[in-house]
């Protein structure tokens, strides 16, 4: 029998496994949902010296579609903040990704009833740097908020990172909305909340097209 002079295959396992590092698990997704809504309550802390709190109870409390709307975006931001941390994982339910929906349904239709309430009001103009101000609001504190929820999860392997991108840029930008209603005390009008939603919309697209194309 002829024998090979090459390493046996003992040696090559032991080669192959001793090049080998132990991998970090990743953390349970509701802690990491947890430190980053935390992080969010940080900003909101960091915020407070410049709310006008009787503006801010005045305004929530002198309608029900006032108070509703922020609870709408408040749910919806820890709701899919939840759905990307669990979509992060391989093993979980893609059906994670409607989470959010019952908090977008609320946030939509209050701030819808808020329009009607205003009746013609609500399609009133309003100052061109309250409507930059607003969309710049809503999408640079969602561009940090985002990075942050990738950097959460970069030990995570989701099955659909597009849609698991564009469901942090949804939370991101859910927390930026509710985050600005501290610094926003008065009625929105049509075109007010047409340029918030719009920023929503960019945000959860920019989300998605950053993780389609550079794979994170």
């Known amino acids: 029998m002829i024998r090979s002079s090459g390493p046996s295959h003992e040696e090559t396992i032991g080669h192959l496994v001793g090049a080998l590092r132990p ?24 915020l407070a010296p410049r709310v006008d709190f009787g503006a801010l109870v005045a305004r929530l409390s002198a309608a029900p579609d006032m108070w509703m709307a922020l609870a709408g975006s408040l749910v919806t931001m820890v709701l ?20 959010p929906l019952p908090g977008l349904a609320l946030w939509l239709g209050a701030s819808g009833l808020g329009c009607l309430r205003a009746g013609l009001d609500a399609f009133g103009p309003i100052p061109t740097h ?18 942050l929820m990738f950097a959460l999860r970069r030990r995570a392997y989701s099955l659909r990172p597009t849609l698991n991108a564009a469901i942090a840029g949804l939370a991101a930008s859910a927390a930026a909305a ?16 047409g340029v918030h939603f ?6 959860v697209v920019g989300n998605g097209f950053v993780s389609r194309r550079f794979g994170v």
């Open 198 to 203: 719009i920023a929503v919309g960019l945000v």
């Open 130 to 147: 309250e409507i930059v101000d607003c969309f710049a609001f809503i999408v640079g504190f969602s561009v940090p908020l985002s990075g």
């Open 23 to 46: 991998v970090r698990r990743a953390r349970p997704p509701l802690v990491d949902a947890l430190l980053w809504i935390v992080a969010v309550a940080a900003v909101a802390l960091i």
């Open 80 to 99: 899919a903040a939840i759905a990307t941390f669990m979509l992060g994982l391989p093993d979980r339910d893609p059906r994670w990704a409607l989470a």
């Open 178 to 193: 509710s985050l600005l209603t501290l610094v926003h005390p008065f009625d929105a009008t049509v075109l007010d909340l």
